[in-house]
């Protein structure tokens, strides 16, 4: 029997068509954990859950898992792989940081990036950050536009609205052939990022993780925002929701995150392989084999 999940996930999926506006939308933790402490704990229950989970995708190679994160710079998209995906086997599950397409990404169309790096049946496959920067940062900065050399377009609005409709058919097509997709919106406030961002900046030990261009980023906040709702609300949709997280509690974040996929995991029902009963005798013959050794 599925254990009951901690967390009510309606709570955090953005409804397919419904339109969404972050301001309205806390970052702070939910009530359903009393502080840090009990936040760690239902954590490190999902991780020996999702553990599980994980074994039997592995083992039997039916479905296979992508986990899609977004968010502002220092929104903690890192720490959620770290701390939410540590307990599961290396073996089962990749990660991949989408940063400035090169060369090669900038001659193909903007689908065909994420492609090369979608999880085989049995895997899990992390994007951090992802095609989604393709109608949010680039939406922000339309000058990445020039680069990619596509064909004139009247209205960039008619650029996006494109994007979205193929970014959709393409989960529509992952989905159907096997492939879950969870996309998690990182929501984090300007004030916690500000914090965050600071203690990069007077930490040495953690300098190497700030980039002045996040200080650029800030100035442009309500840009970001408003790209991040349009994007939320346009691609969400029932075979591949977008899940709006509140960010600013990471051990808030971790737990609900981990409770989300493990939830999701759980209700394929997949099982370890069976044996078929007409080669248990052999089976037997290979214990009595084992246990005459020596």
């Known amino acids: 029997m599925a ?24 970052t702070k933790a939910g009530k359903e954990l009393n502080g840090k402490p009990e936040g760690l704990a239902a954590l490190s229950a999902d991780n020996e859950d999702l553990n599980e989970a994980q074994s039997r995708l592995y083992a ?22 770290e701390h939410v995906m540590h307990g599961i086997n290396p073996q089962g599950c990749r990660v991949h940081g989408f940063k400035a ?12 990036r994420p492609m090369r790096f979608l999880p085989a049946r049995g895997m899990v496959t992390i994007f951090n950050r992802s095609y989604y920067e393709e109608v949010m940062v680039v939406r922000v900065h339309p000058e990445f536009l020039k680069p990619q050399k596509l064909p004139p377009v009247k209205k960039l ?10 970014i959709k058919a393409f989960e529509e097509t992952l989905v159907d052939s096997g492939t879950s997709v969870l996309k998690f919106f990182l929501h984090v406030s300007k ?23 996040d200080l650029d980023e800030r100035q442009l906040w309500s840009e970001h925002q408003a ?26 974040t971790r737990a609900a995150i981990a ?24 089976f037997a013959s290979m214990i009595q084999r084992l246990e005459n050794e020596g």
């Not at 609005?157 to 193929?166: A, G, I, S, V």
């Not at 004030?191 to 261009?213: A, I, T």
């Not at 409770?259 to 080669?279: C, F, M, R, T």
């Open 60 to 81: 039997s190679g039916e479905r296979a898992l992508l986990i899609i994160l977004q968010g502002m710079d220092a929104a903690g998209k890192d720490g959620v792989i």
């Open 259 to 282: 409770d989300i996929i493990v939830g999701h995991v759980e209700s394929l029902n997949l099982a370890y392989p069976k044996v078929p009963k007409s080669q248990e005798p052999h």
């Open 3 to 26: 254990k009951k999940h901690r967390f009510q996930h309606k709570k955090f999926r953005v409804k397919e068509g419904s339109k969404i506006s972050l301001s309205e939308i806390s």
């Open 227 to 252: 790209a991040f709702e349009e994007a939320i609300s346009a691609t969400s949709t029932k075979k591949a929701p977008w899940y709006i997280i509140p960010a600013d509690d990471k051990w808030y």
């Open 191 to 213: 004030e916690e990022q500000k914090s965050r961002l600071m203690e990069r900046l007077v930490d040495p030990n953690k300098r190497w993780k700030f980039n002045e261009r």
């Open 157 to 166: 609005n008619d650029l996006w609205k494109k994007r979205f409709e193929e």
């Open 101 to 112: 397409p090169n060369e090669e990404e900038l001659q193909h169309h903007f689908l065909w």
